[in-house]
């Protein structure tokens, strides 16, 4: 398997202008359309390693969000990029605020969603919005440096010990939060975490993966999530963080591939 710089040199990239966005991202493989979402932090990169392990057998797109402003806007640029590769339905892979999405996608879009994983993320909720409150007041009053700093020193304390202390997730990480516009982007993906919809009542097969210790959904949210969907079946990392689809890399392709079969 390529690593992070290999797959970087050698990987072609797309971008397809949708509206006023322009939407960066990989294709790789044939068949039918696997599309990938990432979470707050990071982009299309950070699937690089499910990327090369979910692609022998279907068409796998990784996408990288623009500046939007609503889910609408995400699900809108998501299924624009499936029309660019001829996929006419696809099954999603959403982790954190992308499985926040992927959910959305089931909700609005079911006719194009074939089967759906909604990992490492939550339902829809009264809760993160809550907890968050005083930060995001704090963050939006504090320069971007100090953003920047606080997001890197909370990812060095818990993302990556949680993440089995792996050097990959440390560089994934570092990149996202020292990037000139990290604050922005930190702070408009969490105003789509926070958006509201309805849950869906899914037609199609959908599949809920999350881990014991992730620091960022709290128990209380990842029960929410499997009282929500009560018949979806459940991978439980027992340890491995926020993030195991890049620190556990060959674990987390084999429970996708074995539900997406």
């Known amino acids: 398997m390529l690593n992070l710089d290999e797959y970087r040199a050698t990987v072609p990239r797309s971008r397809l202008r949708v509206a006023d966005r322009v939407w960066d991202y990989v294709a790789v493989g044939e068949g039918p359309g696997l599309v ?5 932090a990071g982009s299309a990169d950070v699937w690089f390693q499910q990327v090369q392990l979910l692609s022998d057998r279907r068409r ?41 999405l992927a959910q959305y996608l089931v909700k609005t879009r079911p006719e194009r969603i ?15 919005a809550e907890r968050s409150r005083l930060l995001r007041r704090l963050f939006r009053l504090l320069p971007s440096r100090l953003v920047s700093r606080s997001l890197l020193r909370s990812a060095r304390a818990r993302l990556v010990p949680a993440g089995d202390d792996s050097p990959l997730l440390a560089r994934l ?3 996202t939060y020292t990037a000139p516009d990290a604050k922005r982007v930190f702070l408009e993906r969490l105003d789509l975490v926070l958006e509201p919809f309805e849950a869906p009542e899914p037609a199609m097969p959908v599949a809920i993966v999350e881990a014991g210790d992730d620091p960022l959904v709290w128990p209380e949210l990842r029960h929410a999530l499997r009282e929500t969907y009560p018949d979806a079946p459940t991978y439980t990392f027992e340890s491995g963080g926020h993030f195991p689809y890049v620190n556990r ?13």
Do not use: Q, W
């Open 114 to 128: 074939a089967a759906a994983v909604f990992a490492n993320t939550f339902p829809p909720n009264d809760l993160i």
């Open 36 to 40: 990938l979402l990432h979470g707050m």
């Open 60 to 100: 796998v797109v990784a996408v990288t969000y623009p500046r939007v402003r609503c889910l609408e806007e995400l699900a809108v640029g998501v299924m624009a990029v499936a029309d660019a590769e001829g996929l006419d339905v696809v099954k999603v892979v959403g982790t954190s605020l992308g499985g926040y």
């Open 173 to 175: 990480l570092e990149e």
């Open 249 to 261: 890399p060959y674990d987390y392709a084999e429970v996708v591939e074995k539900f997406l079969r």
